[in-house]
């Protein structure tokens, strides 16, 4: 009988642990806020967009997984809310709602590179233009609470060999949630523009 009250007493303390430690999360959550509702976060391999935030759970609409580019799978998940403390946690949009995404392009041995990486650097600076003046003014706000040491903030392309060809990868600025509609228009950029370089082939 002792031993099944000590079992007993055992397995309500680890029950009670948790829901401290949810607590807890829950309290640090609404006092340090390492996200809000609306924020995309990560926690292991679950990435998606907070949707409220209750005593023991994080409720999160769900992005990526089967679905292609950080876009929505429909589903909720639950996350307790003792994570923040057993868990590292990414806030993608917390003060800065911008990612480095990167596009790669490869093209055959024989094409003419640089004219193909001079195209690709025309093509990313038009597509951050817009964007340069308020991603340098979120860069200025964040470095008052954050050590933020962001120099260079223009797309740049970078190159690399590989076994089937020049590999030409554009890195640059985009918006979190729009990381397919950037990759997609800089592709058809691309295709219309090495469409008229004959001497550049995939």
């Not at 999360?25 to 391999?45: E, F, K, N």
């Not at 997984?65 to 929505?72: E, G, H, I, K, L």
């Not at 093509?123 to 817009?130: K, L, P, Q």
Request: proline share 4%.
């Amino acid at each position: 009988f002792q031993l099944w009250i000590g079992l007993a007493s055992a397995g309500l303390a680890l029950a009670l642990q948790r829901v401290i430690l949810c607590l807890a999360g829950w309290v640090y959550i609404v006092l340090r806020r390492p996200y809000d509702i609306g924020d995309r976060i990560q926690s292991g391999q679950l990435i998606g967009d907070v949707i409220d935030v209750r005593l023991f759970h994080t409720y999160v609409l769900e992005v990526g997984n089967w679905v292609d580019a950080d876009q929505s799978t429909g589903r909720v998940a639950f996350l307790p809310n003792s994570i923040v403390f057993t868990q590292p946690m990414f806030n993608y949009t917390q003060g800065f709602p911008y990612i480095w995404h990167e596009v790669p392009v490869l093209i055959t041995f024989e094409s003419e590179w640089r004219r193909a990486k001079e195209i690709l650097e025309e093509i990313a600076h038009a597509e951050s233009r817009d964007m340069s003046r308020e991603v340098r003014g979120l860069i200025r706000l964040m470095k008052r609470d954050y050590p933020i040491r962001y120099e260079h903030l223009t797309p740049i392309v970078y190159t690399r060999v590989e076994d089937s060809g020049v590999l030409l990868t554009v890195r640059l600025l985009t918006r979190v949630r729009e990381r397919r509609r950037t990759a997609g228009e800089l592709y058809e950029d691309i295709l219309r523009a090495f469409a008229a370089e004959p001497e550049i082939e995939f």
